[in-house]
Protein backbone atom coordinates (compact mmCIF):
# COMPACT_ATOMS: atom_id res chain seq x y z
CA UNK A 1 0.00 0.00 0.00
CA UNK A 2 3.06 2.14 0.96
CA UNK A 3 4.52 2.12 -2.32
CA UNK A 4 0.75 2.23 -4.41
CA UNK A 5 0.49 5.32 -2.38
CA UNK A 6 3.16 6.85 -3.46
CA UNK A 7 2.91 6.54 -6.68
CA UNK A 8 -0.58 7.82 -6.95
CA UNK A 9 1.05 10.87 -4.78
CA UNK A 10 3.40 11.42 -7.84
CA UNK A 11 0.72 11.25 -10.26
CA UNK A 12 -1.33 13.70 -8.39
CA UNK A 13 1.12 16.25 -8.01
CA UNK A 14 1.53 16.16 -11.75
CA UNK A 15 -2.13 16.40 -11.67
CA UNK A 16 -3.84 13.25 -12.11
CA UNK A 17 -7.04 14.12 -11.26
CA UNK A 18 -7.78 10.11 -10.89
CA UNK A 19 -4.70 9.28 -8.45
CA UNK A 20 -5.85 12.66 -5.94
CA UNK A 21 -9.21 10.58 -5.80
CA UNK A 22 -7.56 7.12 -4.99
CA UNK A 23 -5.63 9.38 -2.43
CA UNK A 24 -8.59 10.60 -0.93
CA UNK A 25 -10.73 7.46 -1.29
CA UNK A 26 -7.54 5.90 0.89
CA UNK A 27 -7.42 8.27 3.22
CA UNK A 28 -10.61 9.74 4.11
CA UNK A 29 -12.33 6.97 6.19
CA UNK A 30 -9.19 7.48 8.80
CA UNK A 31 -9.07 10.90 8.43
CA UNK A 32 -12.65 11.20 9.53
CA UNK A 33 -13.10 8.72 12.35
CA UNK A 34 -9.29 10.56 13.63
CA UNK A 35 -11.44 14.00 13.22
CA UNK A 36 -14.93 13.06 14.53
CA UNK A 37 -12.88 11.84 17.72
CA UNK A 38 -11.44 15.60 17.96
CA UNK A 39 -14.25 17.74 17.07
CA UNK A 40 -17.25 15.63 17.00
CA UNK A 41 -20.16 16.21 15.01
CA UNK A 42 -17.85 18.86 12.80
CA UNK A 43 -15.51 16.75 11.46
CA UNK A 44 -16.75 17.00 8.04
CA UNK A 45 -16.29 20.38 8.05
CA UNK A 46 -12.79 20.21 9.17
CA UNK A 47 -12.28 17.06 6.93
CA UNK A 48 -13.36 19.51 3.94
CA UNK A 49 -10.85 22.35 5.39
CA UNK A 50 -8.23 19.59 5.64
CA UNK A 51 -8.67 18.39 2.02
CA UNK A 52 -8.88 21.88 0.66
CA UNK A 53 -5.23 22.32 2.22
CA UNK A 54 -3.97 19.58 1.18
CA UNK A 55 -5.21 20.08 -2.82
CA UNK A 56 -3.65 23.43 -2.55
CA UNK A 57 -0.65 22.44 -1.03
CA UNK A 58 0.20 18.82 -3.07
CA UNK A 59 2.55 21.00 -5.11
CA UNK A 60 4.80 21.52 -2.46
CA UNK A 61 4.85 18.27 -0.77
CA UNK A 62 8.82 17.01 -1.43
CA UNK A 63 8.39 13.73 0.26
CA UNK A 64 8.25 11.30 3.16
CA UNK A 65 5.15 10.02 4.77
CA UNK A 66 2.25 11.43 3.26
CA UNK A 67 0.01 9.74 5.57
CA UNK A 68 1.29 11.41 8.40
CA UNK A 69 1.87 15.05 6.03
CA UNK A 70 -2.73 14.92 6.31
CA UNK A 71 -2.55 13.62 9.51
CA UNK A 72 -0.79 16.99 10.80
CA UNK A 73 -2.72 18.95 8.37
CA UNK A 74 -6.08 17.14 9.72
CA UNK A 75 -5.07 17.81 13.86
CA UNK A 76 -4.22 21.33 12.76
CA UNK A 77 -7.25 22.30 11.14
CA UNK A 78 -9.35 20.45 14.16
CA UNK A 79 -7.34 22.64 16.75
CA UNK A 80 -7.98 25.60 15.08
CA UNK A 81 -11.72 24.73 15.06
CA UNK A 82 -11.19 23.80 18.70
CA UNK A 83 -9.67 27.19 19.53
CA UNK A 84 -12.56 29.03 17.52
CA UNK A 85 -15.17 27.10 19.07
CA UNK A 86 -13.29 28.08 22.82
CA UNK A 87 -13.36 24.48 23.99
CA UNK A 88 -11.14 21.67 24.31
CA UNK A 89 -11.28 18.37 22.01
CA UNK A 90 -14.33 15.95 24.19
CA UNK A 91 -12.94 12.37 21.94
CA UNK A 92 -16.40 11.17 21.48
CA UNK A 93 -15.97 8.09 19.47
CA UNK A 94 -18.74 6.42 17.57
CA UNK A 95 -19.56 2.86 17.38
CA UNK A 96 -19.49 3.05 13.19
CA UNK A 97 -15.64 4.80 13.33
CA UNK A 98 -14.07 2.49 15.32
CA UNK A 99 -16.06 -0.63 14.52
CA UNK A 100 -12.74 -2.85 12.68
CA UNK A 101 -9.42 -1.46 13.92
CA UNK A 102 -6.21 -2.14 12.11
CA UNK A 103 -3.32 -3.46 14.04
CA UNK A 104 0.36 -5.92 14.70
CA UNK A 105 0.20 -9.42 14.29
CA UNK A 106 2.53 -9.76 17.12
CA UNK A 107 1.26 -9.46 20.55
CA UNK A 108 2.40 -9.06 24.13
CA UNK A 109 -0.68 -10.41 25.93
CA UNK A 110 -4.15 -10.99 24.34
CA UNK A 111 -6.85 -10.20 27.19
CA UNK A 112 -9.59 -10.43 24.73
CA UNK A 113 -11.23 -9.85 21.61
CA UNK A 114 -10.66 -7.04 19.44
CA UNK A 115 -12.11 -3.70 20.06
CA UNK A 116 -15.32 -4.28 18.49
CA UNK A 117 -18.43 -3.74 20.57
CA UNK A 118 -20.58 -0.76 21.07
CA UNK A 119 -20.20 -0.28 24.52
CA UNK A 120 -16.26 -1.05 24.45
CA UNK A 121 -16.18 1.65 21.98
CA UNK A 122 -18.22 4.25 23.57
CA UNK A 123 -15.50 3.54 26.99
CA UNK A 124 -12.77 5.15 24.84
CA UNK A 125 -14.34 8.62 24.97
CA UNK A 126 -13.62 8.36 28.94
CA UNK A 127 -9.22 7.76 28.49
CA UNK A 128 -7.30 10.71 29.12
CA UNK A 129 -7.02 12.54 25.65
CA UNK A 130 -3.31 11.68 25.36
CA UNK A 131 -3.61 8.03 25.80
CA UNK A 132 -7.12 8.43 23.59
CA UNK A 133 -5.55 10.29 20.92
CA UNK A 134 -2.03 7.61 20.97
CA UNK A 135 -4.69 4.97 20.57
CA UNK A 136 -6.84 6.91 17.54
CA UNK A 137 -3.41 7.64 15.80
CA UNK A 138 -1.91 4.36 16.16
CA UNK A 139 -4.83 2.42 15.90
CA UNK A 140 -7.22 3.72 13.81
CA UNK A 141 -5.24 5.96 11.28
CA UNK A 142 -2.27 3.23 11.42
CA UNK A 143 0.97 5.46 12.00
CA UNK A 144 3.76 3.64 13.37
CA UNK A 145 4.68 4.67 16.71
CA UNK A 146 7.57 7.21 15.15
CA UNK A 147 5.79 8.84 13.05
CA UNK A 148 2.22 9.28 15.01
CA UNK A 149 5.06 10.96 17.37
CA UNK A 150 6.15 13.37 15.02
CA UNK A 151 2.80 14.14 14.36
CA UNK A 152 1.53 15.11 18.21
CA UNK A 153 5.21 16.31 18.56
CA UNK A 154 6.04 13.73 21.03
CA UNK A 155 8.59 11.03 21.77
CA UNK A 156 7.62 7.96 20.38
CA UNK A 157 8.43 5.63 23.34
CA UNK A 158 5.67 8.90 24.93
CA UNK A 159 3.42 7.64 21.79
CA UNK A 160 4.14 3.36 22.12
CA UNK A 161 3.19 4.11 26.47
CA UNK A 162 0.35 6.71 26.26
CA UNK A 163 -1.26 4.21 23.11
CA UNK A 164 -0.66 0.91 25.74
CA UNK A 165 -1.90 2.76 28.90
CA UNK A 166 -4.84 3.21 27.17
CA UNK A 167 -5.49 0.14 26.01
CA UNK A 168 -4.64 -1.40 29.27
CA UNK A 169 -6.99 1.15 30.87
CA UNK A 170 -9.91 -0.21 28.30
CA UNK A 171 -9.18 -3.40 29.22
CA UNK A 172 -9.98 -2.70 33.22
CA UNK A 173 -13.06 -0.12 32.25
CA UNK A 174 -14.27 -3.67 30.24
CA UNK A 175 -13.78 -6.48 32.89
CA UNK A 176 -15.86 -4.21 35.56
CA UNK A 177 -18.55 -3.20 32.59
CA UNK A 178 -18.46 -7.11 31.75
CA UNK A 179 -17.08 -7.01 28.64
CA UNK A 180 -14.88 -9.12 26.25
CA UNK A 181 -11.24 -6.37 27.25
CA UNK A 182 -9.02 -5.67 24.10
CA UNK A 183 -5.55 -7.39 23.58
CA UNK A 184 -2.66 -5.22 23.96
CA UNK A 185 0.82 -5.35 21.60
CA UNK A 186 4.04 -4.14 22.82
CA UNK A 187 3.80 -1.44 20.61
CA UNK A 188 0.51 -0.55 22.28
CA UNK A 189 -2.30 -1.26 19.49
CA UNK A 190 -5.09 -4.39 19.29
CA UNK A 191 -4.09 -7.15 16.91
CA UNK A 192 -6.39 -8.31 14.32
CA UNK A 193 -8.23 -10.90 15.39
CA UNK A 194 -7.39 -14.47 14.94
CA UNK A 195 -9.14 -17.13 12.74
CA UNK A 196 -11.07 -19.68 14.30
CA UNK A 197 -11.75 -18.19 18.04
CA UNK A 198 -11.16 -15.99 20.89
CA UNK A 199 -6.88 -14.85 22.04
CA UNK A 200 -6.50 -16.83 24.99
CA UNK A 201 -6.12 -14.85 28.11
CA UNK A 202 -2.68 -14.41 29.79
CA UNK A 203 -1.48 -12.67 32.95
CA UNK A 204 -1.23 -8.88 32.16
CA UNK A 205 2.37 -7.61 32.52
CA UNK A 206 4.04 -4.95 33.85
CA UNK A 207 3.09 -1.16 32.33
CA UNK A 208 6.60 0.42 30.69
CA UNK A 209 7.60 3.17 31.78
CA UNK A 210 7.91 6.04 30.15
CA UNK A 211 9.82 6.40 26.95
Known amino acids: MTGELNEAVTAAQAGDE ?5 LYRTLQPGLLRYLTALVGADA ?6 TWLQISRDLP ?10 TVTIARNRAMDHLRRQRRRPALPVPVQALSELAGDADTEERAGETIGTEAAL ?46 RRLAALMERHDLSPPPVTAEGTPPRPRAGGRPARETPRAEPADG
Open 60 to 69: TFSGGEFRAW
Open 122 to 167: ALIATLPPREAEAVLLRAVVGLDAETAGRVLGRRAGAVRTAAHRGL
Open 44 to 49: EDVASE
Open 18 to 22: EAFRL
